[in-house]
């Protein structure tokens, strides 16, 4: 069975400060992995995935995530942060070989990002 | 623009009555669309895989006669609560995607918070 795990369930970070949101996946083959970002109250917003190919990806909004096959990670950077990245952010695997559009994904249980200014 | 569209977004409802979320597809054909179930701030947790035209599938522990899906056509799949009580006050979330998607991401819609009083 698949699973996510984000070791920082809060973090706090200065406005214009770099980020790193930490990622670590359990699969037993090649996974699909997504990072989503929630405001309070709303759905997800894809910000980046990755299937196979560069395992450093780009993403809106600045966001970039790199895959590291040897540790199981795929962990979600922004190079200087602002105000409006506020909010929780969920690291997902899906089963590769799926019909891709229609995986079932697996939810880490979220990092929330504060920012102080 | 939103691609999967959920309604009602808040929903309040008495202890014991019935509640149907809507999920639709708005530009595209959803063969599947998954139903999510979040808690106050906490992750994720898939509730069960609808897809159109069968029954859907449901993940352990989840009572299907409780949470009835129905994907009657390619761009709709509901949720009904039924008999509802305070402890099904949650954050439900859909998800769609399409066959012949390619890499296109799942589809999440905005969500919908049901208080039952």
């Known amino acids: 069975a698949q699973s996510v795990t984000q070791p920082d369930i809060h973090i706090t970070v200065s406005e214009g400060a770099s980020l790193e949101l930490r990622c670590n996946y359990s699969?037993?083959?090649?996974?699909?992995l997504f990072w989503y970002v929630q405001s309070p109250g709303q759905g997800l917003q894809l910000l980046l995935k990755?299937?196979?190919?560069?395992?450093l990806v780009q993403g809106i909004k600045g966001f970039e995530a790199e895959f590291k096959r040897s540790q199981s990670s795929f962990n979600l950077r922004k190079p200087s942060v602002h105000w409006s990245d506020a909010a929780e952010y969920f690291c997902?695997?899906?089963?590769?070989?799926?019909?891709?559009?229609?995986?079932?994904?697996?939810f880490g249980t979220g990092t929330r990002l504060t920012i102080i200014p | 623009g939103a691609v999967v569209s959920q309604h009602p977004s808040r929903v309040i409802c008495k202890s014991g009555t019935s509640v149907k979320i809507e999920c639709r597809s708005l530009?595209?054909?959803?063969?599947?669309m998954f139903w999510y179930r979040q808690f106050p701030k906490q992750s994720l947790m898939l509730m069960a895989t609808?897809?159109?035209?069968?029954?859907?599938?449901?993940e352990q522990g989840v009572e299907k006669d409780k949470f009835l899906i129905n994907h009657a056509s390619l761009t709709l799949s509901t949720l009904t609560v039924t008999s509802a009580h305070p402890e099904d006050s949650s954050f439900y979330i859909c998800?769609?995607?399409?066959?012949?998607?390619?890499?296109?991401?799942?589809?999440f819609g905005n969500g919908t918070r049901l208080t039952v009083t």
């Open positions: 990755y299937f196979s190919g560069d395992t």
């Open positions: 997902a695997v899906g089963a590769y070989g799926s019909n891709f559009g229609n995986e079932k994904l697996t």
């Open positions: 609808s897809n159109e035209g069968s029954k859907a599938t449901y």
């Open positions: 699969y037993g083959a090649t996974p699909y």
């Open positions: 530009d595209f054909q959803a063969t599947t």
């Open positions: 998800s769609a995607g399409g066959q012949g998607e390619g890499n296109s991401p799942l589809h």
